[in-house]
Antibody, heavy 116, light 109 residues
Framework: EVELVESGGGILQPGGSLRLSCAASGFTFNYYSMHWVRQAPGKGLEWLSYISGSSNTIYYADSVKGRFIVSRDQSSMFLQMNSLRAEDTAVYYC???????????WGLGTLVTVSS | QSALTQEASVSGTVGQKVTLSCTGSSSNIGSYAVGWYQQISHGAPKAVMFGDSLPSGIPDRFSGSKSGTIASLTISGLQPEDEADYYCSTWDYSLNVWVFGGGTELTVL
């Protein structure tokens, strides 16, 4: 059974850093591209980043480019978040890509709160 | 403002057929499959349609279609448990970003 489990969320002050993890199981991880998506309180879904199975191709949304770094290893994906702002407060989800532009599995999310 | 445009809200009665739309452009919906995601009470999103394919475990009252730059999700025989927010999304090659619609709040009356 495919499972994605995010972790690493928490409460921190503006300007701080945090590293999120997405542990994958139930499938051959390096065969699949992955995404990070977030949802601010009361808002819609916002895409953040894409990483290919080989890590050769990476894309970022403009809102996080230069501040966030995505990476992966044999079984997990990571999101290094730097220079955090209040507007980064959100639930962060990882998702597995099924087709170009379509994902099939999502994790349950991890909450990041940035507040002074 | 979202790259994909969805109705803010749609409502229907139990048993009714409802259609949610998602309007984009040639660089996104016009070029790629569209995913539809159901989110109940701000829980984790769940895929209910990949293009015109139904994910395993999703009832066949859900169906998807696309015409040009407009994608649609149809629910035939609306059920109370279908009440949720629905988001469409796909890739946009002109921006190299994954784009979402703003979401449609579906209410089952």
């Amino acid at each position: 059974e495919v499972e994605l489990v995010e972790s690493g969320g928490g409460i921190l002050q503006p300007g701080g850093s945090l590293r999120l993890s997405c542990a994958a199981s139930g499938f051959t991880f390096n065969y699949y591209s992955m995404h990070w998506v977030r949802q601010a309180p009361g808002k819609g879904l916002e895409w953040l980043s894409y990483i290919s199975g080989s890590s050769n191709t990476i894309y970022y949304a403009d809102s996080v480019k230069g501040r966030f770094i995505v990476s992966r290893d044999q079984s997990s994906m990571f999101l290094q978040m730097n220079s955090l702002r209040a507007e980064d407060t959100a639930v962060y989800y990882c998702a597995r890509q099924r087709l170009w532009g379509v994902v099939d599995y999502w994790g349950l999310g991890t909450l990041v709160t940035v507040s002074s | 403002q979202s790259a994909l445009t969805q109705e803010a809200s749609v409502s229907g009665t139990v048993g009714q057929k409802v259609t949610l739309s998602c309007t984009g452009s040639s660089s996104n919906i016009g070029s790629y499959a569209v995913g539809w995601y159901q989110q109940i009470s701000h829980g984790a999103p769940k895929a209910v349609m990949f293009g015109d394919s139904l994910p395993s475990g999703i009832p066949d009252r859900f169906s998807g279609s696309k015409s040009g730059t407009i994608a649609s999700l149809t629910i035939s025989g609306l059920q109370p448990e279908d009440e949720a927010d629905y988001y469409c999304s796909t890739w946009d090659y002109s921006l190299n970003v994954w784009v979402f619609g703003g979401g449609t709040e579906l209410t089952v009356l």
